[in-house]
């Protein structure tokens, strides 16, 4: 399958990584829309948050078990933002789902 994560996760693209489990990967984003930008990913190829199922929710659970071990490595400790985006309206540009974690300045109080 071409899919870009697939292959960050795959090690054939690199990414700089910031956690790893059996289910997780999360590396930094190469566009950084804060002072920390991680994304978080399940290593198993789910298109977006619209694609979770009773079967595939395990990597779900895992990445919010890993989300706050990771935002406490970042240093997020006054807190910070998690955001997915789905489909065209969501403008979601890589289409296997992904959790942007967003924090180490205070965020703006708009989210659309
Ligand atoms: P979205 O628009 O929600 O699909 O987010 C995709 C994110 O992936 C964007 O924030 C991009 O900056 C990020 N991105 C794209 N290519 C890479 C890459 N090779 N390494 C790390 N982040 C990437
Ligand atoms: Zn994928």
């Given at each position: 399958?071409?899919?870009?994560?697939?292959?960050?996760?795959?090690?054939?693209i690199?990414?700089?990584?910031?956690?790893?489990?059996?289910?997780?990967?999360?590396?930094?984003?190469?566009?950084?829309?804060?002072p920390?930008?991680?994304?978080?990913?399940?290593?198993?190829?789910?298109?977006?948050?619209?694609?979770?199922?009773?079967e595939?929710?395990?990597?779900?659970?895992?990445?919010?078990?890993?989300?706050?071990?990771?935002?406490?490595?970042?240093?997020?400790?006054?807190?910070?933002?998690?955001?997915?985006?789905?489909?065209?309206?969501?403008?979601?540009?890589?289409?296997?789902?992904?959790?942007?974690?967003?924090?180490?300045?205070?965020?703006?109080?708009?989210?659309?």
């Amino acid at each position: 399958m071409d899919c870009l994560f697939c292959k960050i996760i795959g090690g054939e693209i690199p990414s700089a990584k910031v956690y790893e489990d059996e289910l997780v990967y999360a590396f930094r984003d190469i566009n950084p829309q804060a002072p920390v930008h991680v994304l978080v990913v399940p290593k198993a190829h789910i298109a977006s948050a619209d694609e979770i199922t009773a079967e595939n929710s395990a990597a779900v659970a895992a990445m919010f078990n890993a989300i706050p071990k990771l935002a406490a490595s970042e240093g997020l400790a006054n807190g910070y933002r998690i955001i997915t985006n789905i489909g065209e309206d969501g403008c979601q540009s890589v289409k296997h789902m992904h959790f942007h974690i967003l924090g180490g300045k205070k965020l703006p109080e708009s989210m659309a």
